[in-house]
């Protein structure tokens, strides 16, 4: 394998990680779940109009005609392909036994029952009575709870960080002159290199912002930023600092040690984790729409509102409070505010994974009795079009008995989010946060159902690359582990 490369399926692009299906004459190489479906699957295409692909949606394969010096376009015949491996068998054999033989060892440890819903998510002061709680006391409180899917808040993260770096004016100064593009989360729509300055001059200033056709100002986002460049080599200091402040270390940290994702050697392209920022003006005027639309992330991750920007919820007074009670959110949030005095940054709303596809049905439904068509390959948690109001909430939990967990994200605090946990965020005033991905051995399982998920997508759509490659992170993991505990 090249370095720095992933292989992918050249029918799907998901990593291949071991096996796989080369075509003998032109070389196309499928995974087995490729290979799989187009050897089971009868009910072909037979409308296709695509000329360079057959009625599987397979590309034709090249064959060299010697006698006609042409390249003929055939169909691929599943018989000649031959099956491949990068990793010779007999390792994999290998690791299986002393898998194996080391789970057999431990299979009287107790398990966790997973499904169990706790009504509420669980919130841990990282300042407890003004004194600061360590890592180590934070993460094995974590650890009691991550197996449980549970969403995880750490309040007070703030305390340390060095605040004048996270400011809008010192983001706008640094960065002010560049071009990018922003969301308009009312459409849903691209706005393409709007200057970074107006933006951030808009953040707690209505007057300043951009505004649509009928004069009204934008709901702008910043989000996944930066996009392609590396925070630590864009932003270092401030990556420094919020290395620095990140809890549950060795989970969160790229090379922390229950961070699966650590253990890919380094010949692979290493996955984009993060951190990225998400910057975006309030939504408190239009609880109907999301600052980010229902979906679910491809792991584990940590969110942290970083910088709340002033109150503008129309200078009326105790909106903020009536917005909070709307929300349903429990009373020790509804005290934080009230009574404690601290700043709502954002409301989230977080289901368990296992209600995701009791909330695709409900959706599903909804869309086609508003005369919307259903088209093949999409979704309607992956494409990230729906936002869950406080009335389909409730026909959520009449109709479907889906719980939710109501959470109100105030400054300073990190959102543990459990993978494949579909979640929503409505901004309650402007809000910078920062957000990591971790790939954690609790998470893990969900994070190869996403990757499935995300497979059987439109080449076109957004979630379609398989960026984590988590098969491979679980073959060298498990690898990593097994010489660590010296197993033969
Ligand atoms: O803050 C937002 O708008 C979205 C955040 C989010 O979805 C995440 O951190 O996973
Ligand atoms: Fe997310
Ligand atoms: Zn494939
Ligand atoms: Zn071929």
């Known amino acids: 394998m090249l370095k720095q490369t992933r292989e992918l399926c050249d029918q799907c692009r998901t990593t291949i990680f071991n096996g796989h299906m080369v075509c003998r004459s032109c070389g196309f190489s499928v995974c087995i779940e490729c290979f799989t479906f187009r050897n089971k699957n009868f009910s072909s295409n037979d409308n296709n109009k695509h000329k360079d692909k057959d009625r599987y949606m397979w590309p034709y394969c090249g064959k060299y005609d010697p006698d006609s010096q042409k390249i003929t376009k055939l169909h691929h015949i599943p018989n000649e392909f031959i099956y491949v491996q990068f990793i010779p068998p007999y390792i994999i054999k290998k690791l299986n036994w002393s898998f194996q033989s080391y789970m057999d060892s431990i299979k ?3 398990r966790f029952d997973k499904k ?6 669980l919130t841990i002061d990282s300042y407890s009575e003004n004194i600061r709680v360590s890592d180590e006391e934070l993460t094995k409180i ?3 709870y991550w197996h449980s899917k549970t969403p995880i808040v750490i309040k007070n993260i703030n305390k340390n960080l060095d605040m004048n770096l996270w400011t809008p004016d010192s983001f706008s100064n640094e960065f002010g002159h560049l071009e990018i593009d922003l969301i308009d989360c009312r459409k849903n729509a691209i706005v393409k290199k709007a200057s970074l300055k107006k933006f951030w001059d808009g953040f707690e200033n209505l007057n ?4 649509d056709e009928k004069s009204r100002p934008l709901i702008l986002k910043l989000k996944d930023w930066p996009t392609t460049d590396d925070f630590k080599n864009l932003l270092p200091a401030r990556y420094e600092d919020l290395m620095k402040n990140l809890p549950i270390k060795k989970f969160t940290h790229r090379s922390g040690v229950f ?4 253990s890919l050697p380094d010949f692979f392209s290493v996955p984009d984790l993060g951190p990225k920022l998400y910057i975006a003006y309030s939504s408190a005027d239009t609880p109907k729409e999301g600052t980010t639309n229902l979906h679910v992330d491809i792991s584990d991750a940590v969110n942290l509102m970083i910088y709340v920007g002033k109150d503008l919820t129309s200078g009326k007074n105790n909106e903020m409070l009536k917005i909070l009670n709307e929300s349903k959110c429990n009373d020790e949030q509804i005290n934080r505010f009230k009574i404690d005095g601290e700043r709502p940054g954002a409301l989230w709303h977080i289901f368990k994974p296992d209600q995701a596809d ?3 049905s409900y959706l599903t439904i909804r869309n086609i009795e508003k005369g919307k068509k259903i088209k093949d ?3 309607p948690i992956h494409d990230q079009l729906n936002y869950i109001d406080n009335k389909m909430l409730i026909e959520l939990k009449e109709n ?3 719980e939710v967990y109501t959470i109100i994200q105030f400054l300073g605090d990190a959102i543990f989010i459990p993978s494949g946990a579909p979640h929503q965020v409505r901004n309650l005033n402007s809000c910078i946060k920062v957000a990591g991905d971790f790939v954690t051995p609790q998470g893990v399982q969900d994070c190869l159902i996403i990757t499935n998920q995300f497979r059987d997508l439109s080449e076109r759509h957004a979630n379609h690359q398989d960026k984590l490659q988590v098969k491979n992170i679980i073959y060298h993991s498990i690898k990593k582990c097994l010489s660590i505990l010296n197993c033969p």
């Not at 300043?208 to 505004?211: M, N, P, Y």
């Open 400 to 402: 479907y008995n889906v």
């Open 142 to 144: 974590f650890e009691m």
């Open 259 to 262: 961070n699966l994702a650590s």
């Open 377 to 379: 390959q999409t979704d």
């Open 108 to 110: 009287n440890l107790e």
């Open 358 to 360: 009791l909330i695709r």
């Open 116 to 121: 169990k819903f706790s009504p509420d998510f």
């Open 208 to 211: 300043e912002r951009f505004v």
